[in-house]
């Protein structure tokens, strides 16, 4: 199995919301057995919190949920993921800071650069601050970014095409 992890800061608007997209997206191509998925951030502020009201209510609309609870990445993550992928280059930095002392660094990636539409280097914007229209760009960034990870997912382990198939 496929272990991914998307992080942000808080981990209650971002990175649940790639969590939900990419889930859904996976269970629509029939690989929810063979990739397991999983969203944390790199601060504590939110830990044990919901994902934000506004991320759930923007991704309900679009038929896609929302669920879990905040928690921290912790260097012990990297032995359990395969991708760790940053929702932007803030987190990207502290998430490769730890690597190095884990030995990791070949699991980090920066979202939107597995997207082959999006810039170099390009964050996914932190809607936290803003109104609706910022989650509902999240969503549009995050559903194109899911589609890239997952070809890249793919490229990399083509065993698991061959389960959906089956």
């Keep these: 199995m496929v272990r991914v992890c998307f992080v942000c800061l808080g981990n209650i608007c971002r990175s649940p919301t790639a969590e939900g997209v990419f889930r859904h997206l996976l269970r629509r191509r029939g690989l929810a057995g063979a990739i397991e998925v999983d969203s944390a951030g790199t601060s504590a502020y939110h830990v044990g919190e919901p994902p934000d009201a506004r991320a759930t209510a923007a991704a309900a609309r679009r038929g896609i949920r929302l669920s879990g609870r905040a928690r921290q990445f912790k260097p012990e993550d990297f032995a359990r993921f395969d991708y760790v992928v940053a929702m932007d280059r803030a987190n990207l930095r502290r998430l ?67 389960e959906a198939a089956r």
């Design 96 to 162: 490769r800071e730890m690597a190095r002392r884990a030995g990791a660094l070949d699991k980090v990636f920066l979202f939107r650069d597995l997207d082959p539409d999006s810039p170099e280097g390009a964050d996914v914007p932190d809607p936290y601050y803003g109104g609706p229209d910022g989650f509902e760009e999240v969503l549009d960034i995050v559903e194109a970014g899911a589609e890239g990870l997952l070809a890249h997912i793919l490229r990399q382990h083509p065993e698991i095409a061959g």
